[in-house]
T-cell receptor, first 115, second 113 residues
């Protein structure tokens, strides 16, 4: 158990819909990262928040957005969903803001299926 | 930007045999290097990392990796495979001062009895 929690574990929805994925980092970790894992794209970094502020942005679509709240939990919002958005979405956390140096602790993921 | 190449999407070994998973990166400047493991239906877990110092890094579960600057490689090895090692392994690389590592496509390790 990494200490990172994600809800829900599974999500099935239809094209055009909007969903929210939730992540609670390990106690004491200030950074939260979101990744998308799919068979064709592999593990893709989406976005990072550090202590409530956006720190780094990766291959995140404009239809996707995220935020980190004062209690440090984070939510990833996916809207106007398409079939290609079906994937495993991981949240990770680290103590510092430099994932390039600090170890990241990954949650168990949310499996999103868009029908 | 960094790129990471993991040679072989699948590697199959017999239980007790040597495990060798290959990782090459693109930077000419020594980066930070990581190996993560992902067991079925779980998130990624850090096996080991190299930042500075000794180029042979020991990790959890008997795995180790050697940073070879001249070859821009960071291959992962284990002397004797166990059935429990069957998982997906990811190499990740980041430039010093970078916020985010770049992950390879992963190598699925299959262990036969």
């Amino acid at each position: 158990d990494s200490g990172v929690t994600q809800t829900p574990k599974h999500l099935i929805t239809a094209t055009g819909q909007r969903v929210t994925l939730r992540c609670s980092p390990r106690s004491g970790d200030l950074s939260v990262y979101w990744y998308q894992q799919s068979l064709d794209q592999g593990l893709q970094f989406l976005i990072q928040y550090y202590n409530g502020e956006e720190r780094a942005k990766g291959n995140i679509l404009e239809r996707f957005s995220a935020q980190q709240f004062p209690d440090l939990h984070s939510e990833l919002n996916l809207s106007s969903l398409e079939l290609g958005d079906s994937a495993l979405y991981f949240c990770a956390s680290s103590v510092g803001g430099l994932a390039g140096y600090n170890e990241q602790f990954f949650g168990p993921g949310t499996r999103l299926t868009v029908l | 930007a960094q790129s990471v190449t993991q040679l072989g999407s699948h590697v199959s070994v017999s239980e007790g045999a040597l495990v060798l998973l290959r990782c090459n990166y693109s930077s000419s400047v020594p980066p930070y290097l990581f190996w993560y493991v992902q067991y079925p239906n779980q998130g990624l877990q850090l096996l080991l990392k190299y930042t500075t110092g000794a180029t042979l890094v020991k990790g959890i579960n008997g795995f180790e990796a050697e940073f070879k600057k001249s070859e821009t490689s960071f291959h992962l090895t284990k002397p004797s495979a166990h059935m429990s090692d069957a998982a997906e392994y990811f190499c990740a690389v980041s430039d010093q001062g970078s916020y985010i590592p770049t992950f390879g496509r992963g190598t699925s390790l299959i262990v036969h009895p």
